[in-house]
């Protein structure tokens, strides 16, 4: 009988938790990635380039990245990480988890507001598809639960109920 080791694991690839403005920076980098090249029109709801020139497109990135750094530090349930590339230190993908320890949909889905469109229908639009998206967490995460939210395709969702 032969014995049965461990593989050596690779250290080329490490997986860090979001602690910094640089590396929510990196993460929506590798999104902004994954997610127009090539084009997922989903993204465009939640990361809508207002225009056709390099410099709107440059402008969206700016403010996806503001707005994804505001919400990491100021909601509790949100954790990032993301898998580095030991070599080139560059991050090469990522997964954003929400530790939810009481029943957020009490009162059902929450309306949720697109702010980052600009009022009108294009705003109603993004908020009606994604209130279509959002919809059915409200039925399967009325527990304690942790929300797995993946990249490069982050519509998937896992979520593990306790």
Known sequence: ?????????????????????EEMDQVMDV???????PYEPFAQLIFP????????REAAIIESKQRFWHTHKTQNVNRWFYIEDSE??????CVQWEIVDHNRFQ???????A????????????????????????LWMKRRHLGAFNLPNF????????
């Open 115 to 138: 702010c980052w469109w600009p009022s009108g229908e294009h705003r109603e639009f993004a908020e009606l598809i994604l209130s279509q998206a959002y919809a059915g967490r409200a």
């Open 31 to 37: 999104i902004w990635k994954a997610n127009y090249d």
């Open 88 to 93: 080139t230190r560059d991050a090469v993908g």
């Open 155 to 162: 519509r998937s969702a896992v979520a593990i109920s306790t």
């Open 1 to 21: 009988m032969g014995s049965i080791t461990q593989p050596e694991m690779s250290k080329k690839f490490a997986i860090k938790e979001v602690q910094t403005r």
């Open 49 to 56: 380039v207002l225009g056709y020139t390099t410099a709107d």
């Open 107 to 113: 009162d059902g889905s929450p309306k949720l507001t």
